[in-house]
């Protein structure tokens, strides 16, 4: 268990809706990363939140968006759902974007189908 | 642009010894991760290298040749729960993203 906790582990939906994906970091660490990854495409990387701030982007569509909060989880929102938005959805964080200190605890992931 | 490579697939059999290459070319270096997947599961972090050299743990060990873009992941000893995925992954030089390669599979048979 690496103390990062994602709701839910499982989505189904149809395309054209939006969903939202909940993130809690481990306790003590304020950055935050979400990751797709799709069998094709290997792990993306999103976007990254640092103690409540965007702080860099990544091949993140316009359709996706995301905030941290003062608490320090995160949500992605995916909107206009397409079914090559199928995917599972990872968020990690850290203690520190810099150097040794971004390893990445990695979340269980979830797992949107998009039908 | 930024570009990692793996190969895509490796097999090995149980208790020998195999080395996952990885070869970068990125915008700015800030250190190189080695993370392990197995199959619907979360990446777990083995190994960060960030001077040149070997960094041993255990049965892995992980090298870096920062003037080749060069870095292999070495696994002794296998064992058959060590097939999974074995992703390498380079952080820029500012620490705001950290690209992944799409992996290598290794299957390890008894």
């Known amino acids: 268990d690496s103390g990062v906790t994602q709701t839910p582990k499982h989505l189904i939906t149809a395309t054209g809706q939006r969903v939202t994906l909940r993130c809690s970091p481990r306790?003590?660490?304020?950055?935050v990363y979400w990751y797709q990854q799709s069998l094709d495409q290997g792990l993306q990387f999103l976007i990254q939140?640092?103690?409540?701030?965007?702080?860099a982007k990544g091949n993140i569509l316009e359709r996706f968006s995301a905030q941290q909060f003062p608490d320090l989880h995160s949500e992605l929102n995916l909107s206009s759902l397409e079914l090559g938005d199928s995917a599972l959805y990872f968020c990690?964080?850290?203690?520190?974007?810099?150097?040794?200190?971004?390893?990445?605890?990695f979340g269980p992931g979830t797992r949107l189908t998009v039908l | 642009g930024q570009n990692i490579d793996q190969p895509t697939e490796m097999t090995a059999t149980e208790g020998a010894i195999v080395q996952i290459n990885c070869t970068y070319q990125?915008?700015?270096?800030?250190?190189l991760f080695w993370y392990q997947q197995h199959a619907g599961e979360a990446p777990t972090f083995l190994s960060y290298?960030?001077?040149?050299g070997l960094e041993e743990k255990g049965r892995f060990s992980s090298f870096l040749s920062r003037s080749k873009g060069y870095s292999y992941l070495l696994l002794k000893e296998l064992q058959m729960k060590d097939s999974a995925s074995y992703l390498c992954?380079?952080?820029?030089?500012?620490?705001?993203?950290?690209?992944f390669g799409k992996g290598t599979t290794l299957s390890v048979s008894s």
């Open positions: 990690a964080s850290s203690v520190d974007p810099s150097g040794r200190a971004n390893e990445q605890f």
């Open positions: 306790s003590g660490d304020l950055s």
């Open positions: 939140y640092y103690n409540g701030e965007e702080r």
């Open positions: 990125t915008s700015g270096f800030n250190g």
């Open positions: 290298n960030v001077l040149d």
């Open positions: 992954a380079v952080l820029n030089q500012a620490g705001t993203a950290l690209i």
